[in-house]
């Protein structure tokens, strides 16, 4: 099943039926909001407010591990994260739409990992977002002659605030292309649960560095967000429409916890592996079932 996590507005596509909002418990906290389960022709698709219905979350708030987890709990096996962005070059202007490559992780208050108390799990990032994901959205926007960049190293600022000059000069010059506030470490949770990632950056605003949009300010956001998320509705509907092409080749970001975890069997303890029987459930079963 495809997931899609975003604002709230993304949801209110005119082709999206069987709507019906589900709340979905977790070992890890209480998710961002109920999710919504609908179906565009005959594919099943499943939608999570990340700041909940009502924007009520800001982005440190958000309890990213019990969302990755309420999403593999329903069968979510690739998640398109939707996220408004700031430009950090001039390539990239308000209304772009961007095939995010690459994150850096400036984020300091989140939870970054499930497996902690005695469960050490080491997962690969070097390649952060599902290339066979990425690969299919670029084909199905090209195939509807929707503009789709592609190549956007993206910055991770904690928030809630936005960036001072200097911030934003600086992480211009670390070769960063777009800045926000939401993607980390929700793209590193999606990899310990075996889910394939993908991010479509929707440009908002220049950030600050630009000498003609020298102060983000949130009425100038809304603004641009409300052109973008018009544009978006169009690009995830005929996405879900194309789920068949998810199903038509493996991948291994589903895969990811094969030899990741580096504790010995012997020390794992059943109780402590409860509540990652979700998101690791493929490399506990054998553990589970020989416990009884």
């Known amino acids: 099943m495809l997931g899609i996590v975003g604002g709230s507005g993304l949801y209110e596509i005119p082709e999206l039926t069987s709507k019906k909002w589900k709340r979905v418990n977790s070992e890890f906290g209480k998710p961002s909001d109920h999710l919504l389960f609908g179906r565009i022709i005959d594919q099943d698709v499943v939608f999570l407010p990340r700041h909940g219905r009502g924007h009520r979350l800001n982005p440190s708030e958000i309890n990213y591990r019990a969302n990755i987890d309420a999403l593999k ?10 996220s408004a962005v700031g ?4 390539k990239f202007p308000p209304g772009t739409f961007v095939l995010v490559n690459q994150f850096i992780d400036r984020t300091f208050l989140r939870r970054k990992t499930f497996y902690e108390n005695g ?36 910055l991770v600022m904690e928030g809630p605030q936005f960036s001072t000059y200097a911030e934003s000069e600086l992480y211009r010059k670390w070769g960063c292309s777009l800045i926000g506030m939401t993607n980390m470490p929700e793209a590193k949770l999606a990899r310990e649960a075996e889910i394939c990632y993908s991010t479509i950056a929707m440009v908002t605003d220049f950030d600050c560095w630009h000498s003609e949009h020298d102060e983000v300010t949130v009425e100038k956001v809304l603004v641009q967000m409300q052109k973008n998320i018009i544009n978006v509705r169009k690009l995830i509907s005929l996405v879900i429409k194309g789920q068949i092409n998810l199903k038509s080749s493996s991948c291994k970001c589903h895969e990811a916890l094969d030899g990741a975890v580096l504790t010995d069997p012997k020390y794992w303890e059943a109780e402590t592996l409860k509540a990652y029987n979700n998101v690791a459930g493929r490399i506990l079963s054998k553990f589970f079932d020989s416990e009884g």
């Not at 709990?73 to 939707?82: A, C, H, T, Y």
């Not at 599902?130 to 592609?150: G, Q």
Request: include cysteine.
């Open 87 to 90: 430009s950090l070059t001039e």
């Open 119 to 154: 469960f050490v799990v080491h997962v690969s990032m070097a390649k952060p977002v599902c290339e066979r994901l990425n690969r299919i959205i670029k084909d199905i926007a090209e195939e509807n002659s929707i503009t789709l960049k592609t190549g956007g190293n993206y």
């Open 73 to 82: 709990q329903v069968g979510v096996s690739e998640i398109i994260s939707i």
